[in-house]
């Protein structure tokens, strides 16, 4: 815990944060408005398997790889797939970074809370192990197994409760953090006023 505590302490500079989740998010933009929509294009419609955050099955995959065929496939192997081997680590380490930022201005960086911070490099090791699973299937298309699939499915659901559990537990900081600054506030104009 206090070597945790020590390298996020070390790395919460606001600019270093700042850097990180702009790049972050300048990725997860062009993943969003480039990669994926250009392997959907090829997949009649049907989602990817990196955004089903329910999981999917052996009868799903198989459409889908048959849906984008060769090229539909190549692309998203030799495409998508590299932009999101990168994005996994800037979003477990920028998000990290930010959610220890903000508990540090609630004075709240120490167990339990720190342990929290660990929420998105879980969603990121996930998200790794899920791009491992997609490359293997789409290798292995048209032999795929319910093994292959099963583990690769169980990977994309741990990334995608991670996530959300982040986020939500991101929402109540931000909105500790507005409740304590309004709190300030009202402590510093009484005392004005009462001076």
Not at 4 to 15: F, H, M, P, V
Not at 36 to 45: D, E
Not at 184 to 194: D, F, G, I, L, R
């Amino acid at each position: 815990m206090k070597r945790l505590k020590k390298t996020i302490e070390r790395n919460i500079s606001g600019k270093k944060v700042l850097g990180l989740f702009i790049l972050t998010n300048v990725i997860y933009i062009f993943m969003l408005t480039v990669t994926i929509p250009r392997t959907m294009s090829h997949s009649n419609g049907m989602k990817l398997l990196d955004m089903m955050p329910t999981g999917y099955d052996l009868n799903y995959v198989s459409q889908l790889f048959d849906s984008l065929g060769e090229i539909g496939r190549r692309y998203y192997l030799t495409n998508q797939i590299p932009v999101d081997m990168i994005y996994p680590l800037l979003f477990g380490l920028s998000y990290c970074l930010l959610l220890a930022y903000f508990l540090k201005k609630l004075k709240k960086l120490n167990a339990p809370y720190i342990y929290l911070c660990l929420l998105p490099i879980i969603a990121g090791i996930a998200d790794y192990l899920e791009n491992f699973g997609i490359i293997t299937m789409l290798k292995s298309y048209p032999d795929l197994t319910q093994g292959m699939v099963s583990t690769t499915s169980l990977f994309s659901v741990i990334k995608s409760i991670s996530t959300s559990l982040f986020f939500i537990t991101l929402i109540i900081v931000l909105i500790l953090l507005g409740f304590k600054a309004i709190k300030e506030k009202k402590t510093s104009a009484n005392n004005a006023y009462n001076q």
